[in-house]
């Protein structure tokens, strides 16, 4: 089980923080867009900077994100990525 | 799955259609699979550009067409110009499904790309993958396994690097041997229980419902429309089934939901799964994943304040380069078609026919190729810039700002294009996926200020506006009043945007999600093919619709051409004639008294003074047939219509007859005060002209007030017929250019009118 102190919206991220996806909430399509580009449950996404809007990297693709995107990806476990 | 034999009719032209996601090196594949002999159109009903070509094969055979279809990163869709992909890949767009879908994956991005891969081999077409940015892969320290990746997807697997044509007959051969080859079994994606029952179930009720395909490309669309909630699957689906299907889909969905499972999630969850192992089975990396240098040079490049500054800089650099290097290109087209125009009227007995075809005809293709120039820099520019990756950042950058207007960071080039002209601002929509942020761009962007209003400004500031120093001695009214102008058209932008974004093309703001590209070396043949396809496109099916409304404009202020007036202007020449030669009669009877050169002077004078005479009255004459003509007559009718914006029929008139462009105001102004038509914004007798213009009480027509009020009605106006065809091209409907004519004309007429209104209070009170 996520700890609930360890959960947090992508928004939270600092710059170089990375961290696993615990779900999306959002309007069904909006999920299924960003879920189609790979932000699933357990995927690991990290912080490049954070902003309005924001340049984060899932995989090998580096996303730009807006701010009502970032509240809507769900965080648990950080992790530490090298 | 089932394993099915693909068949062939030797007859039929076969297809193969290109997918992947975008940013893959799609176009530049497909570029060096069909060479030259590529055909650009749109598919019927939407906005999203056909590109297709014929494949260059050495072998003999019927030819193969192959159709670059729009990068997409998944078949799941949300708008109806996005859905193409699909509807090609399952025949319903060319009645056949393609013959080959060649999937083009970034080799560096193995683990995104294969989910639209994923979803595509469960169409059970055959498939081959072409692996394209492979050399970018390697150097990366990226193994790809490809005997392994092989198996795992059971299709064909080909490494190439498109942009240095490697590995392009290898995928040649792959796609030849796929034609002919049966689809072998493949993957099945293990979704959970609850969801293929529900879509079991689905896939029933659809059979029962309608004739439309069925086996596995109908289980495929029928996936996206259940896992799609208000995408553009489950809306066709449903008008095509009835509205129970609706209902149907609600429930299955509930029961989805109800089972644990997020609608949204689950085929990416599903899919992912499964590509997570066989990634980690094909990929070793041979060095260790560093920092990629794309990210470093992001630092600075996509920096809030360092980055807006250096893409400002770029901007102006590249608006430069298009100013510079097109203005001498689009002289040269102008003085050419001019002298053209002034030897067909020489050569050409005067009548309808040299009319016709000097002020018609002539003029009418000069004004479509000025356009030329511009529009292939333009796009030479925009192919550089995005092909090398950095038109996302610019997207990225600008998108805070952009959002203040409802619009997106994509929004930003095409408006800033629409200053130099809107056509092929409108033309540069095309990056903007968003259907709704397209569409609001494409009926702003006539109102940024272009280079044809320009003349109007100059010529009725340089007439009217007084050159008083504002701000100590910085600048001056007349500066100060041609800034205003061209700020008029953005700040009546920003509500009017806002406006339609709140009624018309409202909608759930999408969220900005833009992938930035690792940054890669422009192809130059990417980019040369899309300025040539855009200037070639514009010129065939914009300059049909312009000039055919150049040709309608002329024969209005031409016809009908009453002989009366010709009779009655030849009478009042004779005269002149007459007079004259009385003049020199007597003249050569009173020579015995003065000197010989003197005489010779004073017959001189006379030839001068009546040749001056004689082209007045042709101006005249022009003047007569023009106001005589069916505009000259609307003009005079719709009067009361323009009086409250302070203009005459005069006014009226030339603002009706600029309707296909606005520069051709200041040539109608100056034949309609009988001063010839080929005057332009400098000359100063069409300024002393319109200063002495008065109405029949003898108020002068012109005032400061009146001046701005024509300015701000050019300011505001869509006086331009190639604009049009363009929104016409691009929406693909009549009722876009319809809407944006209305509302702008209606616009210019109350800004008019508010600002006669005001000023004339204000100044002349």
Not at chain 2, 355 to 366: D, Q
Not at chain 2, 588 to 606: M, V
Request: charged share 20%.
């Amino acid at each position: 089980m996520i700890e609930e102190t360890k959960r947090g919206k992508l928004l939270s991220l600092k710059a170089g923080e990375a961290a696993e996806i615990a779900s999306i909430e959002a309007a069904p399509a909006t999920a299924k867009r960003l879920a189609d580009m790979g932000f699933v449950r357990g995927a690991v996404v990290r912080m490049i900077r954070p902003g309005r809007p924001c340049r984060v990297r899932i995989g090998a693709t580096c996303v730009g994100l807006g701010r009502a995107l970032q509240e809507s990806i769900l965080l648990m476990n950080q992790v530490t990525v090298g | 799955m089932p394993t099915s034999l693909p068949v062939h009719t030797p007859t039929r032209t076969r297809t193969i259609a290109l997918v992947g996601n975008p940013n893959t090196g799609k176009s530049t594949l497909f570029n060096a699979l069909t060479g030259f002999r590529q055909r650009v159109g749109n598919y019927p009903g939407v906005t999203v550009e056909r590109r297709s070509g014929t494949l260059r094969t050495t072998n003999p055979g019927p030819p193969v067409e192959v159709l670059d279809l729009p990068g997409t990163y998944s078949l799941a869709v949300h708008q109806a110009d996005e859905a193409i992909v699909l509807d090609v890949l399952l025949g319903h767009h060319d009645n056949t499904p393609p013959d080959v879908i060649v999937c083009v994956l970034d080799a560096a991005n193995l683990q995104r790309n294969l989910f639209l891969t994923t979803q595509v081999l469960e169409l059970d077409r055959p498939v081959v993958i072409a692996l394209n940015m492979y050399d970018v892969a390697e150097e990366l320290g990226i193994a790809i396994n490809l005997e392994a990746l092989e198996q795992a997807l059971a299709v064909p697997v080909v490494p190439v690097v498109a942009v240095k044509q490697v590995g392009v007959e290898r995928l040649r051969n792959a796609i030849e041997n796929a034609l002919q080859s049966a689809v072998k079994e493949r993957h099945c994606h293990a979704f959970p229980d609850c969801v293929c029952a529900e879509l079991d179930g689905l896939c029933t009720t659809i059979r029962r419902g309608d004739d439309g395909p069925t086996g596995p490309s109908a289980r495929a669309e029928a996936m996206q429309s259940l896992l799609t909630p208000g995408g553009y699957h489950e809306t066709r689906l449903v008008k095509r089934c009835g509205l129970g299907l609706a209902e149907e889909l609600t429930e299955r969905r509930a029961r989805i939901a109800a089972a644990g499972e997020s609608v949204a999630e689950v085929e990416a969850r599903v899919r992912y799964a499964w590509i997570d192992r066989v990634v980690k089975q094909v990929v070793t990396h041979v060095k260790p994943p560093r920092s990629p240098r794309s990210e470093r040079a992001d630092r600075i490049l996509t920096h809030p304040v360092a980055g807006i500054a250096l893409l400002l800089l770029l901007m102006g650099l590249g608006f430069q380069v298009i100013y510079t290097w097109a203005q001498p290109v689009m002289d040269a087209i102008d003085g050419t078609f001019s002298a053209l125009g002034a030897l067909l009227s020489e050569w050409l007995p005067a009548g309808p026919v040299e009319s016709l075809l000097a002020n018609g005809v002539v003029a009418g293709v000069g004004a479509v190729l000025t356009f030329l120039p511009q529009i292939v820099i333009l796009f030479l520019f925009i192919a550089v810039l995005e092909d090398c990756g950095y038109m996302a950042r610019a997207a990225f950058l600008l998108d805070r700002w952009m959002a203040l207007l409802g619009l997106n960071g994509k929004s930003f080039i095409p408006l800033l294009s629409s200053y130099a002209c809107a056509v092929p601002g409108i033309m540069a929509t095309r990056t903007i996926e968003s259907r709704r942020d397209r569409m609001v761009t494409i009926l702003i962007a006539p109102l940024m200020s272009c280079s044809a209003r320009l003349p109007v400004y100059v010529l009725l500031i340089g007439a009217f506006i007084p050159s008083t120093p504002v701000l100590g001695r910085l600048l001056n009214l007349q500066a100060v009043t041609l800034l205003a102008m061209y700020l008029v058209g953005v700040v009546i932008a920003i509500p009017i945007a806002l406006l339609l974004k709140k009624t018309v093309l409202r909608g759930e703001p999408q969220g900005f999600l833009l992938e930035l590209p690792t940054y890669k070396w422009p192809s130059p043949t990417t980019a040369f093919y899309r300025a040539y396809e855009q200037g070639r496109e514009f010129a065939v099916s914009a300059g049909t619709i312009i000039f055919a409304v150049t040709i309608v404009v002329w024969a209005m202020g031409y016809y009908p051409h009453p002989a009366s007036v010709a009779a009655d202007f030849e009478v009042r020449r004779t005269e002149v004639r007459a007079r004259y030669e009385v003049h020199a009669q007597r003249l050569t009877e009173a020579s015995g008294h003065a000197g010989a050169e003197e005489a010779a002077y004073a017959r001189e004078q006379i030839a001068n003074d009546l040749a001056a005479e004689v082209s007045e009255l042709d101006r005249q004459e022009a003047g007569e047939y023009l106001r005589q003509s069916v505009l000259g007559r609307l003009g005079r009718r719709i009067e009361p219509l323009v009086m409250p914006l302070g203009w005459d029929w005069r006014i009226g008139t030339a603002a009706m007859a600029s309707f296909p462009a606005r520069e051709v105001f200041v040539a109608t102004m100056g034949t309609i005060y009988n001063l010839g038509g080929d005057q332009d914004e400098s000359s100063t007798s069409l300024r002393d002209t319109l200063r002495s213009a008065a109405w029949p009480d003898g108020r002068p027509v012109f005032n400061v007030a009146v001046a701005l009020s024509v300015m701000v009605f050019f300011a505001l106006c869509c006086q331009c017929a190639a604009t049009l065809a363009v929104i016409k091209r691009e929406t693909n409907s009549w009722t876009w250019p319809l809407a944006t004519f209305t509302y702008m004309t209606l616009l210019a007429y109350l800004g008019a009118l508010v600002t006669y209104q005001v000023a004339s209070r204000l100044i002349h009170a």
